[in-house]
């Protein structure tokens, strides 16, 4: 519905206009009127009309001077001129101030109607274009946040061949021709966050990050969720990735310190010079990434920065038989948000600070073995599930123990362990998520008729980040959230088609939109006819 105010100083004439059309029925809201352009212009300003109707020839303030103050505070608004003049500059001024029709009095309320639906007309053709482009890039940005996903996991899984990540890329607008690529892995916490708990202040610095890399030619990052972000740099000289990356995590280190007890870590991959090997540039990340469960937080571990233990420096150290509790504590944390990539790195690193000589004792490999499969265990049972839920393989410690001869054959077993414990508590979240996400789709099938509804809003109730959501709501049901909610608001519109008499506009407002038009348009667009046609189709049944 579009909004109209009258100004005309000859009352016979503005009763007339007022009086002798139908406006309800024409689906035009007469929201206000007034008999000079000085009394109208304060009320236009509050009620903001879409279409204004104005006489040239008032008292205290014509009606182009009208028109051209209320162009500067409302500048989308239309414009009707009535006027008895027909002179050329009259009409001269109108059209350079934007007027939309200039009619001549006197003038009847059938022609006066026919010019003010032209003029709907093209407001709402206005309106619909908008909701469009808003939809479709709301529905576009969904879609490409799960696609980015998906490249980024083929990237560095090499599931893809490099015409298909070429492909792919092109499609998302991700440019990966280059001499030069480096993966880097940044993760963001603030103090009472765990997990995947919904945060206004990731959000802040998800938004302010992506409007800061809209600046910097081909450098890319992609969402992992629960264990943070990725950062793919590309150049055409090693130097310039390098740079590139740097520039990148100091201006992120420098968002994240604007907001209130956040903390940082950042693991830099190594620089390779092949698309297909950007899964070893984010193998050696994930290395320097793994540090985060032994060191302090904000830190930066660059790959090349990591020393390998020299095995003629360390002597046995007796203390070290007592478990480090510090590494105990890393092993814990691992079991509660690592991810299986980073395992075997995680384990090196576990190993190497015992000392090389130190896991050579048989008696001391298996004392700091079996802390760890009862650190596990543990964990598991914390979690909901028993020993025996670890595989046969696994849960027999004594039978495991008296296969092991070096740490190699620790590594391995611990390694399977860890994989499976892994495996369950990511199997825990997906049951986790199935009850969110019965929850989420009763909210939807409550709210669908609501125009505010929104993935934004809709990740909020779930307690989980909009891109996360997005991309488990996707996984589990199989459709974004847009076009679930799209399905639940065609579903209902077809019910009432058939079993009422409302309008399709008065439906429209029903299931969720603002503007009839736009409903239309979505309508005949996801159901391949008109809703008029959709309707005769029933009744002929």
């Not at 505070?73 to 009707?80: A, G, K, M, Q």
């Not at 478990?323 to 814990?332: G, L, M, P, S, Y």
């Not at 008696?363 to 543990?378: E, G, P, R």
Request: hydrophobic fraction near 40%; include cysteine.
């Amino acid at each position: 519905m579009v909004k109209l105010f009258l100004v005309e100083d000859e009352i016979i004439m503005r009763d007339g206009i007022k009086k002798h059309i139908d406006w309800k029925g024409e689906d035009i809201d007469f929201c206000g009127e007034a008999s000079d352009g000085e009394l109208a212009f304060p009320m236009i300003l509050k009620l903001k009309p879409d279409i204004l109707v104005t006489d040239i020839k008032m008292p205290f303030m014509d009606g182009l001077e009208l028109s051209k103050l209320v162009k500067k505070e409302l500048p989308n608004i239309r414009i009707i001129i009535l006027s008895g003049y027909d002179e050329f500059t009259y009409a001269q001024e109108a059209v350079s101030i934007g007027v939309e029709e200039y009619l001549l009095k006197p003038i009847s309320p059938a022609k006066l109607l026919s010019s003010i639906k032209k003029v709907k007309e093209k407001i709402e053709l206005s309106r619909e274009e908008a909701g469009i482009a808003d939809w479709t890039k709301e529905e576009l940005l969904e879609k490409n946040t799960i696609e980015q996903q998906k490249l980024f996991r083929a990237m560095v899984s090499g599931s893809m061949t490099m015409t298909e990540l070429l492909e792919a890329g092109k499609k998302l607008d991700i440019e990966l021709t280059a001499r030069f690529y480096q993966v880097t892995l940044f993760n963001l916490s603030f103090v009472g966050e765990t997990g995947d708990i919904f945060s206004e202040k990731q959000n802040t610095f998800w938004k302010q990050v992506n409007e800061y890399l809209e600046t910097v030619d081909n450098c890319y990052i992609f969402d992992r969720g629960t264990e943070g972000l990725a950062l793919l740099a590309l150049d055409e000289t090693e130097e310039g990735v390098a740079d590139k990356i740097k520039q990148v995590v100091e201006k992120m280190i420098s968002i994240s310190k604007n907001i209130v007890d956040g903390t940082y870590f950042v693991g830099i991959g190594s620089i390779v010079n092949r698309l297909s090997e950007i899964s070893k540039s984010y193998d050696n990340a994930n290395r320097a990434f793994s540090y985060r469960y032994f060191k302090k937080p904000n830190q930066i571990i660059d790959y090349k920065d990591l020393s390998v233990p020299n095995s003629g420096t360390m002597e046995v150290d007796v203390n070290a038989v007592t478990f480090n509790e510090k590494n105990k504590q890393a092993f814990e944390k691992f079991l509660r948000s690592g991810s299986a990539d980073e395992i075997t790195h995680f384990l090196d690193e576990i190993f190497s600070s015992f000392g090389e000589k130190n896991v050579k004792s048989l008696l001391y490999l298996n004392y700091i073995t079996m802390d760890l499969y009862f650190a596990i265990v543990s964990f598991i049972h914390d979690i909901g599930y028993e020993m025996n839920d670890l595989g046969g393989d696994f849960a027999d410690i004594n039978i495991a123990i008296k296969g092991i001869s070096n740490s190699d054959d620790a590594k391995k077993y611990l390694e399977k362990g860890l994989r499976n414990a892994i495996t369950l508590r990511d199997s825990n979240s997906v049951k986790k998520y199935s009850v969110i996400l019965k929850e989420v789709l009763a909210y939807i099938d409550e709210n669908f008729d609501k125009d505010d509804i929104s993935l934004n809003t809709v990740a909020s109730i779930a307690n989980i980040s909009p891109n996360h959501f997005s991309t488990i709501f996707s996984q589990e049901i199989g459709v974004t959230f847009i076009e679930y909610l799209i399905s639940k608001r065609m579903e209902k519109a077809k019910e009432l088609l058939m079993t009422t008499n409302l309008r399709s506009s008065e439906i429209a407002y029903k299931v969720g939109y603002k503007d009839p038009h736009y409903f239309s348009f979505m309508f005949k667009k996801t159901q391949g006819i008109t809703t008029r046609e959709y309707r005769s189709r029933g009744k002929i049944k």
